[in-house]
């Protein structure tokens, strides 16, 4: 569960390690650190892998029989647990594609020079720094709401009918309201990666004749991959942990539309204090959530390498 | 990106020109766009209920402040529970982080890759992955619902985030300082009050602020451990909705107490923001 892909390195130099006597080592300095981190992250997982074994509920806390992997089984085999595992993917991948769509296109529009630049991109991070639930409860009744929201207006005044967003479309709309909050993330972090691209490259590009999307395509993109790569890691990480959005707009209904794994754990131990079932689950995102990390870095390293050659 | 070399055309420098005009007011156009929904929540908090709810939409009116003195004597009790824990997770996450990050930065053994990485990984951890031993342990150690409980958590979220940016930061300092301190016989603790501190000042500024917001929006821990003593401001917020849910302007004006200390923040390090959020990997 704690496999790092390969992770951005910075570089650092390597000084030789001092051998005169000091009292505080570098190591005495490296573990109070290492030691809260084990203490709050590997032991408590260590225990939930301990606790999916168990059939336990905190409604009968007195029997806690050893089930093995009956709780993992009831996770895999019931079909409305796929649709949780489905959603969760759909939730994050949807969201992944429409900001690094639409973040690319502004980091582009960002990256010339004109009137009021550094001011758009100062308030473009708005949406990024709005709490989770403070976004869900904007979206849900000022925006989407069918009789008095602002998007039912802009509708009627074009002359259609009103849409019951989160009833009719319940998942397109927390894609769109998570895709609000993060694409301003991707358009920085790509817009940073644009600028660090040197100008005489374009500049010998255009001299060679290269038309923009041979220069988008040869120049751009290649240089923009670490960027890109960063935007992938970091979303993904945070979109498989959706809760706030989901917990403050739709409460992952209507029946299980919205309902991904944070939420379904959330639900079945503090709702239904099935713990040994949160359990099993809660494995199952961290496993999840590390090889689709992985999977993804290799994926996006790949297709870079080849593009960069 | 510097715009193409003057092109000696007359007609082909207009063009560009018009070009250039139509792109920049389609960038104005996006950036509003994002922009309008919290502007509208804003603009909400000044109406009274009925022009909130009106359709079609009220634009003008003459602002009140009867929306905010209404959300006032819930909102301070959470106010002041969200800055305790931001600022006490905070602090923690920095006299732990800081010798780690130094020391990694400038006695980088073989393993120091390996440990930067392991830290980094905890953050791959979900949170629902380690919540269920967390509530029962918190339960049991009468933690539930307390402020030291949820410092404790956001301590865990914000401390891998310091050692990374701390030791970006730390890696940029020469080593010929340190090299020169130790020709003098500077102590490792020496080195790092005396110079990796001083020197990295800019730096902790930025990560601070980067752990304080994301301890002042952090939902998912806030709801699951605290109810009502050490409710923060996330918790404040989603009972708001339940409550007063068809209130719009009052909970527009909560929200808006709730979002714009982090707006402002936000807006004046949002150079160092994006350094942070991206751990230095892009810069």
Known sequence: MTTAPSVPVTATHAPPAPKRGIRLTPAALIWPAMLYLILTTQVPFFMTVYYSFFRYNLVDPSSRPFIGLANYQNLLTDPQNLRILLNTVVLAGGTLILTLVIGGALALLLNREFLGRALLRTLLISSFLVMPIVTAVIWKNMLLSPTSGFFAWVSQSLGLTPIDWLGQAPMLSVIMM?????????ALILLTGLQSLPDDQ????????????????????????????????????????VYGEIYGSTSGGPGIATTNLPYFIYQKAFAEYNIGLASAAGVLTVIFTNILAVYLLKLISRRASSQGG | MTTAPAPSNRTSADRHRVRNLLLTAVTYLITLAFLFPLAWMI????????????????????????????????????????????????????????????????????????????????????????????????????????????????????????????HSYMTEIPYAIYEAAKVDGASVSQEFFGIALPLSMPGISATALLCLIFAWNEVFFALNLTSADAAPLSVYIGEFKTSQGLFWAQLSAAATLVVLPVLIFGWIAQRQLVRGLSFGAVK
């Open chain 1, 202 to 241: 374009i500049e010998a590009a255009r001299l060679d004749g290269a038309s923009p999307w041979q220069e988008f395509q040869h120049i751009v993109l290649p240089h923009w991959m670490q960027a890109i790569q960063v935007v992938v890691l970091m979303e993904t990480i945070a979109l498989l942990q």
């Open chain 1, 178 to 186: 998570i895709t609000w909050e993060w694409t301003p993330f991707a």
């Open chain 2, 43 to 166: 603009l909400a908090a000044f109406k009274t209920e009925a022009q909130a709810f009106a359709t079609p939409p009220v634009f003008f009116f003459t602002p009140i402040w009867d929306n905010f003195q209404r959300a006032l004597p819930s909102y301070l009790p959470a106010l002041s529970n969200s800055l305790i824990a931001a600022i006490g997770s905070t602090v923690i996450a920095f006299v732990l982080g800081l010798p780690a990050a130094f020391a990694l930065a400038v006695y980088p053994t073989r393993r120091a890759q390996g440990v930067l990485s392991w830290m980094l990984s905890t953050k791959f951890m979900p949170a629902v992955g380690v919540i269920v031993p967390l509530f029962l342990l918190f339960r049991n150690l009468q933690l539930l619902d307390t402020l030291p409980g949820l410092i404790l958590m956001y301590t865990t979220m914000n401390l891998p985030l310091v050692v990374w940016m701390m």
